[in-house]
């Protein structure tokens, strides 16, 4: 049934990790620019791994291989958003008689302690040179590969195993094992923003949303002192630390909000205590923003969860931010937050206890349609620009997630 080939190898080449570009390739003439983005991210999660990597791009591929176990380098790349799909790959000569030989090698180890399996081969032709059509091929593969491992059957709709083959001009590459990847614009790509990074379960998924947007994240967390314990500064870091397993570390900037809390509840906010607090934050982190290079702020808000988050409280606290407030999540129910918060390996930190700043002075009862005016008015009888020039004067900084000593870049084939 195989067609005569050369004499050469049908021995592997090597096992490697290809990666998809999702959204990336459906970009223009700047595409590169955000393949190059996409591939010094990939080098930031490989940063520390303990053994030589390359990454070579091909096309609407990243291909991933080095002297590190496969399993790590899966483990790494799935962190990266940009990439539509991340398989684990055996690269093998564009022969058919190397795809042939080394398919059933690799279906007979995937079947091992499998009973009947439904199968399906999906074929690319990357090499228009090759001489089989993706579809050809599929069928060619698939007739060669049934007879020889135990177990096989077809299944082209709901396939319990599928064999992924890619013919390119250097190498074919076949998998069995796929998995999602984040699909999004790489991290960095639109830019840079601040989170305002609370221990709940809505920021830090905000945060992640904003990432897949291109975002490059740092974090201010403001926390309650002097008048609270640090336990909701211990959590920001976690989740911060969590957070930068899908970018280049961003810094969490810690600000002490207590003792500026009382000076509005002295000024006379009342019912307004809430929302004049959060507009204090935004006014803050606008200014360390601009003094960071961001462009934008980024909240957890939910439309209507909670007093604080009506339209017109939310349009007031807008009022007081001198860059956009992105809320990612305004649309989205708790219960769905949580349910990401869950997939993101965030949630068993913001159910932690802690004593949260908001709750700090908040009154019995929370204004839900403030006034600007009636806002202006508490403001009036501080030093706003003192105030917060005295915030961002005893901020404290952090590096979650950021290892000590410098590991070797991977180098970068051309």
Not at 75 to 89: D, K, N, P, Q, Y
Not at 230 to 236: F, Q
Not at 362 to 385: F, I, N
Request: net charge neutral.
């Amino acid at each position: 049934m195989s067609q005569q080939t050369d004499n050469s190898s049908t021995e592997p080449l090597g096992e490697s990790v290809i990666l998809k570009h999702g959204e990336v390739a459906l970009k223009g003439r700047n595409r590169r620019m955000f393949v190059e983005r996409l591939e010094n991210n990939l080098r930031a999660a490989l940063h520390g791994i303990g053994g030589s990597t390359w990454i070579r791009t091909q096309g609407h591929l990243t291909v991933l291989g080095g002297q590190v176990p496969m399993e790590e380098l899966v483990e790494r790349a799935r962190r990266v958003i940009g990439f539509s799909s991340v398989e684990r790959t055996l690269r093998v000569p564009s022969t058919l008689e190397a795809i042939e030989v080394n398919s059933v090698a690799l279906l007979r180890k995937a079947c091992e302690g499998r009973e009947a399996t439904g199968f399906a081969v999906r074929g690319k032709r990357r090499d228009k040179s090759f001489p089989l059509t993706s579809t050809q091929l599929e069928r060619e593969l698939g007739a060669h590969v049934q007879p020889l491992v135990p177990g096989l059957r077809v299944d082209l709709t709901r396939p319990d195993l599928t064999l992924s083959v890619e013919v390119d001009h250097r190498e074919t590459f076949l998998s069995c094992e796929r998995h999602p990847g984040l699909t999004g614009l790489p991290v960095g790509s639109s830019g840079r923003a601040l989170v305002l990074l609370s221990g709940g379960y809505d920021s830090p998924v905000a945060a992640h949303r904003a990432m897949r947007r291109g975002l490059a994240c740092d974090f201010v967390h403001f926390s309650g002192a002097p008048y609270t314990n640090p336990a909701s500064v211990y959590k920001a870091y976690a989740l911060a630390r969590e957070l930068n397993r899908f970018q280049p570390p961003g810094e969490l900037h810690v600000v002490a909000l207590g003792k500026a809390q009382k000076q509005l509840a002295v000024a006379g906010a009342g019912r307004l205590q809430v929302v004049a607090q959060r507009r204090l934050m935004v006014r803050t982190a606008s200014e360390l923003a601009a003094r960071l290079g961001a462009q934008a702020l980024v909240t957890g808000d939910s439309l209507g969860q909670v007093a604080s988050q009506t339209l017109a409280n939310m349009a007031a606290v807008d009022q007081a931010a001198t860059l956009p407030v992105l809320r990612p999540l305004i649309g989205w129910e708790k219960q769905e937050i949580i349910d990401q918060a869950r997939a993101l390996g965030t949630a068993d930190i913001s159910v932690l206890p802690d004593e949260d700043c908001c709750q700090l002075l908040a009154p019995p009862q929370v204004a839900t349609g403030a006034r600007v005016g009636q806002l202006k008015a508490v403001e009036q009888r501080l030093d706003l620009d003192e105030l917060v020039e005295a915030l961002l004067g005893a901020i404290q900084v952090m590096h979650p997630g950021r290892e000590d000593g410098e590991a070797p870049a991977p180098t970068c084939e051309v």
